[in-house]
C-alpha cells in the first residue's frame, strides 16, 4: 500500500458537505443518547438492541459517506500520481474503514 500522508484531503471538501456530515453525526448523537436513555430507563433488550443496530447502521453510513467523498477527491485531485497509485489509496482508506468496522 502506499503512503497516504500527501494524499489525505480534510472531511467534506466543501462547507456544505462538512454541513451534511455534522448533521448526520449529530442525529446519530441524538440516537446513542436515546440508547443511554432507554438504559437508564430499563427497556427490554430486544429494543435496546433493535436502536444499537439502527445506531450502527448509521454510524456506518457516515464513514462510507466520508470515504466516497474521500475517493471522489483522490481520484480527481489533479496530482501527478499514476492511475495504480491513485487507485492504491482509494482501496486503502476503504480497506482501512472495512478493517474498522468488523
Do not use: W
Not at 495504480?84 to 472495512?98: G, H, N, Q, R
Amino acid at each position: 500500500m502506499t503512503d497516504l500522508s500527501g494524499a489525505l484531503q480534510p472531511v467534506g471538501t466543501t462547507e456544505d458537505e462538512r454541513r451534511r456530515i455534522v448533521n448526520r453525526l449529530k442525529r446519530l448523537e441524538g440516537q446513542v443518547r436515546g440508547l443511554q436513555t432507554m438504559v437508564e430507563t430499563g427497556k427490554d433488550c430486544d429494543a435496546v438492541l433493535t436502536q444499537m443496530m439502527a445506531a450502527k447502521s448509521a454510524f456506518d453510513q457516515v464513514g462510507l459517506h466520508i470515504i466516497a467523498q474521500s475517493m471522489k477527491t483522490c481520484m480527481s485531485d489533479g496530482s501527478a500520481r499514476t492511475h495504480d497509485e491513485t487507485i492504491d489509496d482509494a482501496l486503502a482508506v476503504f480497506l482501512k474503514y472495512v478493517n474498522c468496522v468488523r
